[in-house]
């Protein structure tokens, strides 16, 4: 029995599990009940930096006083938690990025078999990276556009997630060679480029490389951004 949480978000709309939570159908991970489950997909979160800085105890509240719940109810299932490239920085400066950070602490110190994701940045129909907000809105940069990130489609990342339900106890960064600055990517979508005062707490440099065991990503940034403009 697999479990999925955040099955509604936008990763979890793409995955498919046997039985789901989500705070969409008014399942609070802090207080509803939770089924039995052999495997436990662990997406739900409070996400975003900016809205971590707004709210920081909805989001403590949200990503790790409810993976642990999961935790100790789950204490005999593989739990899949699914955590963040801002927790490699040597600095985190933002709640969610602290809140990845401790999560994956409580998974190490909670769970006999577990399997810690970092993603990179996920691009695609619906999300929230950077790329797809450029492509439909005006774009405006923070900073100085000199910021990497690594870019992950979300058709590669889905595929590796259900490829980890397999991977031995560790942890694994879901990265690639697809390293772009934010300059780059407005670049190549062509459209006028607004600048402002970099926000606290965002990351100026979170470049991934790809340490999973048989998963490589497929999808090219720079091949979506020009399907995308046609």
Same mark, same amino acid.
């Given at each position: 029995?697999?479990?999925?949480t955040?099955?509604?978000g936008?990763?979890?709309?793409?995955? =498919?599990?046997?039985?789901?939570?989500? &705070?969409k159908?008014g399942?609070?991970? &802090? $207080?509803? #009940? &939770?089924?039995?489950a052999?495997?436990?997909?662990? %997406?739900?979160?409070? #996400? /975003?930096?900016i809205?971590s !800085?707004?709210? #920081?105890?909805?989001?403590?509240?949200?990503?790790?006083?409810g +993976?642990?719940? @999961?935790?100790?109810?789950?204490?005999?299932?593989?739990?899949?938690?699914? $955590? $963040?490239?801002? +927790?490699?920085?040597?600095?985190?400066?933002?709640p *969610?990025?602290? $809140?990845?950070?401790?999560?994956?602490?409580f998974?190490?110190? !909670?769970?006999k078999?577990?399997?810690? %994701?970092?993603?990179?940045?996920?691009y695609?129909?619906?999300?929230?990276?950077?790329?797809?907000?450029?492509?439909?809105?005006?774009? +405006?940069?923070?900073?100085?556009g000199?910021a !990497?990130r +690594? *870019?992950?489609h979300?058709?590669? @990342?889905?595929? /590796?997630?259900?490829q980890?339900?397999?991977?031995p106890?560790?942890? *694994?960064?879901f /990265?690639?060679?697809?390293?772009y600055?934010?300059?780059?990517?407005?670049?190549?979508? /062509?459209k #006028?480029?607004?600048?402002?005062?970099?926000?606290?707490?965002? %990351?100026?440099?979170?470049? @991934?490389?790809n340490? =999973?065991?048989?998963?490589?990503?497929?999808?090219?940034? !720079?091949?979506?951004?020009?399907e995308? %403009?046609?």
């Amino acid at each position: 029995m697999v479990l999925l949480t955040g099955h509604k978000g936008f990763i979890g709309g793409h995955l =498919t599990s046997d039985v789901g939570i989500d &705070l969409k159908d008014g399942e609070n991970i &802090l $207080s509803c #009940p &939770l089924p039995d489950a052999d495997v436990v997909i662990h %997406l739900a979160a409070q #996400p /975003g930096v900016i809205n971590s !800085m707004k709210d #920081p105890v909805h989001t403590v509240n949200n990503n790790i006083t409810g +993976t642990v719940r @999961l935790l100790n109810h789950y204490k005999d299932a593989k739990f899949i938690f699914a $955590s $963040s490239g801002g +927790t490699i920085q040597e600095t985190i400066e933002s709640p *969610y990025g602290l $809140s990845k950070f401790c999560g994956e602490k409580f998974v190490k110190l !909670m769970s006999k078999n577990y399997v810690i %994701l970092r993603f990179a940045n996920v691009y695609g129909h619906g999300s929230r990276s950077v790329i797809d907000k450029f492509l439909n809105e005006d774009i +405006t940069i923070y900073g100085d556009g000199s910021a !990497m990130r +690594t *870019y992950v489609h979300i058709d590669d @990342l889905v595929r /590796g997630i259900k490829q980890a339900i397999d991977w031995p106890t560790g942890t *694994y960064y879901f /990265g690639s060679e697809q390293n772009y600055s934010v300059n780059e990517i407005a670049k190549a979508i /062509g459209k #006028p480029i607004k600048y402002e005062d970099w926000r606290k707490g965002e %990351l100026k440099n979170a470049n @991934l490389k790809n340490t =999973t065991p048989d998963w490589k990503p497929t999808k090219d940034v !720079m091949e979506y951004i020009k399907e995308e %403009l046609c």
